[in-house]
């Protein structure tokens, strides 16, 4: 074997090994993440087969993640890790790719659901699912947008029947990434936007005029409009 033959197979040997042992960390910097509201206690292992303990996006805690790049996508200059936590009694579980194709954040395929707490009061908003949704921002602005969201209402108004929640397809408008959802009689409404910088608004329609409502929901924050009631609330995800 000629000599600059042996050479080249062992410098290709050497960046094997390499790669093979690169730190996730490292990939979890690469890919954005830690630009995007994304914190976590600890990540060990490799980029290949790795653990993400602790993780939380903004507000809303992920918990343990399994996590690993995927390595086809690198030879296009995309880097794209798959984060799962199985499913057990009482936890849905989480599925996601997230990572960067030049100046674009992703987060593709997310299946989940995340507490949402006291994050959207005084809005009775307990939870968002997602299913297979998929968002990419590039220089703070929504890009694309796809995948279904429900959210869970948790309200006890008189002459509503709110466990089903609202549900609605994410979308783009204008470089905000909104989620204009709806009661399966289309009677209650509910509008999230969300901007780069992650400041958001929420606005809760509700359609009637049940005679209860006037006395139970300036209360919990509604106002009356034509034709309803609404209760609208703005902030930014924490870090």
């Known amino acids: 074997m000629p000599r600059a033959l042996t050479y080249v197979l062992i410098l290709l040997a050497v960046i094997a090994v390499a790669l093979f042992f690169l730190p996730l960390r490292l990939a979890v910097g690469m890919a954005g993440l830690e630009d995007s509201r994304f914190s976590a ?3 060990t292992g490799s980029v290949w087969n790795g653990r993400i303990e602790g993780a939380q996006l903004g507000p809303f805690p992920l918990g343990d993640l399994d996590a690993g790049v995927r390595i086809l996508p690198l030879f296009t200059g995309e880097l794209l890790m ?4 199985a ?5 849905a579980g989480l599925t996601a790719t997230v990572g960067k194709s030049g100046n674009r954040l992703l987060v593709e395929d997310v299946t989940t659901v995340l507490s949402l707490g006291s994050q959207l009061a005084p809005l009775p908003a307990s939870a968002i699912e997602l299913q297979a949704a998929s968002i990419s921002f590039a220089g703070g602005r929504c890009q694309s947008a796809s995948g279904q969201v429900r959210v869970s209402l948790d309200a006890n108004i008189p002459g509503l ?12 408008q204008d470089g905000v990434l909104v989620l204009p959802l709806q009661s399966g009689s289309g009677m209650e409404r509910l509008t999230l936007k969300l901007q780069g910088n992650g400041f958001y608004t929420a606005r809760l329609f509700l359609s009637g005029s049940d005679r209860a409502w006037t006395l139970l929901l300036p209360t ?3 106002r009356p409009v034509p034709d309803g009631y609404a209760i609208k609330v703005a902030g930014q995800l924490a870090r």
Do not use: T
């Not at 029947?161 to 783009?172: M, P, S, T, V, Y």
């Open 41 to 43: 206690k600890a990540i």
């Open 82 to 85: 798959d984060l799962e936590r």
């Open 87 to 91: 499913p057990v009694a009482g936890d």
């Open 161 to 172: 029947n709110l466990k089903q929640g609202l549900l609605g397809n994410a979308e783009c």
């Open 220 to 222: 919990l924050g509604f």
